[in-house]
């Protein structure tokens, strides 16, 4: 009951702050309401148990992208408050769009069979009283390849390491080193020579 | 919640006294949160007396010597008491919205963090298993105050500061977190309190001295946090003699001292990292604690039935020991301010992206690489015979502990039975 309210506030917080971006016109206010939304969503997975994805969201999206956005913002706004205004035909195609969302979301909610499903003994409330405990040490071992809950009894297999994602996971970290370091270099100041500059005077 | 690791006791206790459990939960995150309130306000009190008073032993002069006794004592307070009867302006050019509710994200971010962050063997608001992740990310939300407090001022001085400051806050944030990583590598756990029992015993058990990436490691680490808090010589976000006051030239009164209530508690904060992970948490490093096996078990059944009295005694002589140890560590951060000078921003980020993100990123990649060099010369992972127990060993203990789940059914192997 208590995960339930905490759920029920959080689920306004994060719908508010979605709503306030939408409707407010300044655009580093909108920033603000994309915090509490972004944080309530945090929020709603620490009471799911899920401490990790809680804290990832934490740091990548509100601690990073939104200070990215704030600052991109600083340096590259005109006037001194920006104020974004939408034409009636951009608000009508995202209207569209939003409403094509919703509509797959809540078909796929209502077209699912919860009471079937193999998670769902343990309802919200069993997992934020912390009966079934944090999700961190079942994803750090499913990272190896260690997957216990899937281990059927009477099966030899079951105990081995199975494929883990540690590889496709090193793979894409990787890859965002090379984007990143790509970037800076395409960034980076030109030398310029002097034949380009004063060569003529 | 799978947190709130004391206030479970306290809603235990008012369960037992006929609350709901509702307000029991209420009643007990309540009582937690004016707990670490009073101390998130009482810190920042100390830490600006103590800071004008080492200004002034390292100037030549007395500091505040007057308000309470022979060594100024109340200055602090008779500061706030002045700051709250300000007048709360808000500058014509501002946003103004904006501009009020600026101070208040900085302060909450920056008490965000005092959340996870253990004084004690479990006494610690919410106990989680990412507790190292989570308080890095609280702390880079303090950031997003400072940016909304300078661009809401109207003011270009505020601008300037705001910029710098998330420059410096994003570039910071790297090497940071890389330095915090090399601890933890050794140590295998996020959990601070994990963290914190592990280095238990002699002095030899801390981090710091497990091997020599951990030791530059520490150093390196404090640097970087230095920054991240914008003390000096990396406080260019209010620079004094370019920017009037920086990100808080428009603001007054009490919201002026939210934003330094917000700068001192962060301070702690990062310094209490630091203890956590390098300087041996809360134990005294002389192995006084073992000669408190026996208070820990003393439970005279005192007020409460099953309060342990020696535990509590314990764990009170514990948090001394870590707020001492973060104190000092606060205290090397002002003495640093007020004998270098400050460094020009390129400088600032030259310092970050040339020199701290190489050191870490080696660091890092020695600490990984310093158990493999050990296995290889001297046939074990750590130069001490008696090596501290490491997180997988806790891990291991605490899963023999008899455990209310259901076990599955097929038990994990180890790697050793799996290559069998």
């Known amino acids: 009951m208590n995960a339930d309210l905490l759920f029920y506030l959080f689920a306004a917080l994060t719908c508010g702050g979605a709503l306030g971006v939408v409707i407010t016109q300044n655009i580093v206010r909108m920033a603000f309401w994309l915090i509490l939304s972004l944080g309530s969503v945090s929020a709603l997975f620490f009471l799911l148990g899920a401490d990790f994805i809680g804290a990832a969201q934490l740091l990548i999206y509100v601690g990073g992208t939104v200070v990215l956005l704030v600052f991109g913002v600083m340096l590259t706004a005109s006037g001194p408050y920006l104020q974004i205004k939408t034409s009636a035909a951009d608000g009508l195609l995202g209207a569209c769009v939003g409403g094509l969302l919703l509509f797959v979301l809540i078909s796929t909610v209502c077209g699912l069979e919860w009471s079937e499903l193999p998670g769902h003994q343990n309802s919200i409330g069993a997992v934020a009283e912390g009966i079934e405990g944090s999700t961190l040490r079942p994803l750090g071992l499913a990272f190896l390849g260690l997957r216990p809950d899937r281990a059927t009894p009477g099966d030899e297999t079951s105990g081995k390491l199975a494929t883990g994602y540690l590889l496709p996971f090193e793979i894409i970290s990787v890859h965002l080193l090379v984007v990143l370091i790509g970037a800076a270099y395409l960034a980076r100041a030109k030398r310029r020579t002097v034949s380009d500059d004063h060569g003529l005077s | ?420």
């Not at chain 2, 690791?5 to 995150?29: K, T, V, Y």
């Not at chain 2, 810190?43 to 600006?48: A, G, H, N, Q, V």
């Not at chain 2, 910071?172 to 090399?182: K, N, Q, R, S």
């Not at chain 2, 073992?290 to 007020?303: H, K, N």
């Open chain 2, 1 to 420: 919640m799978n947190g709130l690791f004391a206030a479970i006791s306290f809603r235990e206790f008012l369960d037992e006294r006929g609350f709901s459990p509702l307000w029991a939960l209420l009643i007990a995150a309540l009582i937690h949160a004016l707990i670490l309130i009073n101390l998130f306000a009482v810190l920042p009190l100390f830490y600006i007396w103590l800071e004008r008073k080492v200004a002034g032993r390292i100037q030549d002069r007395l500091g505040p010597t007057r308000v309470g006794g022979k060594f100024g004592w109340l200055q602090t307070l008779a500061d706030g008491i002045k700051l709250i009867q300000k007048e709360d302006l808000a500058p014509g050019a501002s946003d103004k919205w904006m501009f009020r509710i600026a101070p208040y994200l900085a302060v909450v971010a920056s008490f965000a963090a005092f959340m996870v962050l253990p004084f004690s063997d479990g006494w610690v608001a919410v106990t989680l298993d990412v507790g190292v992740f989570i308080i890095l990310a609280l702390m880079s939300l303090e950031v997003l105050g400072i940016i909304f407090a300078g661009y809401s001022s109207g003011s270009k001085w505020a601008l300037f500061g705001a910029m710098r400051e998330a420059a410096q806050m994003v570039s910071y944030e790297i090497p940071m977190a890389l330095c915090a990583l090399v601890p933890l590598v050794v140590a295998g756990t996020l959990n601070f309190g994990e963290l914190g029992r592990m280095q238990s015993g002699l002095i030899h058990n801390w981090l710091i001295f497990h091997d020599p990436f951990t030791f530059i490691a520490f150093f390196t680490y404090f640097t970087v946090a230095t920054a991240s808090v914008k003390r000096a010589p990396f406080d260019l976000a209010e620079a004094e003699s370019e920017l009037v006051a920086g990100f808080h030239t428009e603001y007054s009164g009490l919201r002026w001292s939210f934003f330094f209530m917000a700068e001192y508690a962060s301070m702690f904060a990062v310094s209490g990292i630091a203890v956590l992970l390098f300087l041996g948490g809360w134990h005294t490093g002389i192995d006084l604690e073992s000669g408190f096996g026996d208070l820990r078990g003393w439970q005279p059944d005192f007020i409460v039935p099953g309060f342990t009295l020696g535990n509590y005694l314990a764990n009170l002589f514990g948090a001394k020991v870590f707020i001492l140890k973060a104190c000092v560590l606060v205290f090397v951060q002002i003495w640093v301010r007020w004998t270098l000078p400050r460094l020009r921003i390129d400088q600032v980020m030259t310092t970050c992206l040339k020199y701290l993100v190489p050191i870490s990123c080696v660091l890092f990649l020695g600490a990984i690489l310093w158990p493999l060099l050990l296995a290889s010369t001297l046939k074990r992972t750590t130069i001490l015979e008696q090596s501290p127990p490491t997180g997988r060993a806790l891990i291991s203990e605490r899963r023999t502990m008899p455990e209310t789940r259901p076990v599955p059914a097929v038990a994990v192997r180890s790697p050793q039975e799996v290559a069998e």
